[in-house]
Nanobody
C-alpha cells in the first residue's frame, strides 16, 4: 500500500499565498508522477498541476502563472506553491501519486487538505 500525507492548507486572505506539501510512503519502487487536484463544493474535481518525476510540469489554465508545482525526489514529496489566491481557489486540495510497488503500478490519493480564501 501507498500512503500520502498532505499538509499546508488553511485560511488565507485574498491575494495571499500558501504552500501545500504531500509526501508518499509505503510500497514504492518507482514514482512516475505526482500532482494536485482540487474540488470545490458543487463543482467537479479539477486537475491543477502535475509533475513527472523527471521534472516536466503541466498546469491547468486556471492556475498557470499563480501556482508552481515542484518535487523533492529524495523525500517522495511534491509541493504546490499557491500565490495570488482568490475566493475561487477555495476548495479541498488532493494530491496523488502514480507509482509502482510490489503489487504493480497504481494511482493513490491523499485525504485532502482544505484551502479557504476569505477576508
Amino acid at each position: 500500500q501507498v500512503h500520502l500525507v498532505e499538509s499546508g492548507g488553511g485560511l488565507v486572505q485574498p491575494g495571499g499565498s500558501l504552500r501545500l506539501s504531500c509526501t508518499a510512503s509505503g510500497s514504492i519502487r518507482n514514482i512516475y508522477a505526482m500532482g494536485w487536484y482540487r474540488q470545490a463544493p458543487g463543482k467537479q474535481r479539477e486537475l491543477l498541476a502535475t509533475i513527472a518525476w523527471g521534472g516536466n510540469t503541466n498546469y491547468a489554465d486556471s492556475v498557470k502563472g499563480r501556482f508552481t508545482i515542484s518535487r523533492d525526489a529524495s523525500k517522495n514529496t511534491v509541493y504546490l506553491q499557491m500565490n495570488s489566491l482568490n475566493a475561487e481557489d477555495t476548495a479541498v486540495y488532493y494530491c496523488y501519486v502514480d507509482s509502482r510497488g510490489a503489487s504493480g503500478r497504481g494511482t493513490y490519493w491523499g485525504q485532502g487538505t482544505q484551502v479557504t480564501v476569505s477576508s
